[in-house]
């Protein structure tokens, strides 16, 4: 069971928005603003998508962005595209022994 | 550009050894904090070590406090991370990251797969 609480997948249309949520607690997500988000297509490597809550790497489209609410963070991409249908992680700094964690990964599809 | 290659991956039996290699280029590696992430096939991510700029600390998962060694040649750009008693569990895809200001994995390499299995 990870540590972080993600949907397992979320579906729409291009063009039209998601959002995926990642639940944690106090001690990660709520605690920090530490919370970063990554694609996965399959059979390649995790690409930091989100970077301390907000962020945005260079190169990362605008359609994506990120917020925190309490122990809950949230990532909406807008404007879906074919090519962002992909495994989704967010993870947080924590208190705990483990440096860092992951949720669960959300699997994205457009339809 | 920045580029990870990971090496060193393969098959080995349960409680054996297996040195995984991590040749970094495109930035100034010695300024960087790095690590290890791990994903079980099938499955999601998780964090296996962290490594400071000149080697001094290292943190590691619990899971694997005693039996893995990370360490890092700031004059060859590498990163290495020795595991011994190796378990079923430890068997995942292995990639090398580079560490942000707080917990965010900037640039991954490729991975390596390490399969435990007699």
């Known amino acids: 069971q990870s540590a972080l609480t993600q949907p397992a997948s979320v579906s729409g249309s291009p063009g039209q928005s998601i959002t995926i949520s990642c639940t944690g607690t106090?001690?990660?997500?709520?605690?920090?603003?530490?919370v970063s988000w990554y694609q996965q297509h399959p059979g390649k490597a995790p690409k930091l998508m989100i970077y301390?809550?907000?962020n945005r790497p260079s190169g990362v489209p605008d359609r994506f962005s990120a917020s925190k609410s309490g122990n809950t963070a949230s990532l909406t991409i807008s404007g879906l595209q074919a090519e962002d249908e992909a495994d989704y992680y967010c993870?947080?700094?924590?208190?705990?022994?483990?440096?860092?964690?992951f949720g669960g990964g959300t699997k994205l599809t457009v339809l | 550009e920045v580029q990870l290659v990971e090496s060193g991956g393969g098959l080995v039996q349960p409680g054996g050894s297996l040195r995984l290699s991590c040749a970094a280029s495109?930035?100034?590696?010695?300024?960087?904090?790095m690590s290890w992430v791990r994903q079980a096939p099938g499955k999601g991510l998780e964090w296996v070590a962290n490594?400071?700029?000149?080697?001094?600390?290292?943190y590691y998962v619990d899971s694997v406090k005693g039996r893995f060694t990370f360490s890092r040649d700031n004059a060859k750009n590498s990163l290495y991370l020795q595991m011994n008693s190796l378990r079923a569990e430890d068997m995942a895809v292995y990639y090398c990251?580079?560490?942000?200001?707080?917990?965010?994995?900037?640039?991954w390499g490729q991975g390596t797969l390490v399969t435990v299995s007699s």
């Open positions: 990251a580079v560490l942000g200001s707080y917990s965010d994995f900037h640039h």
């Open positions: 495109g930035f100034t590696f010695s300024s960087y904090w």
């Open positions: 490594i400071k700029q000149d080697g001094s600390e290292k």
């Open positions: 106090s001690s990660d997500v709520g605690g920090y603003n530490s």
């Open positions: 301390e809550v907000t």
């Open positions: 993870s947080s700094y924590t208190t705990n022994s483990t440096f860092v964690v």
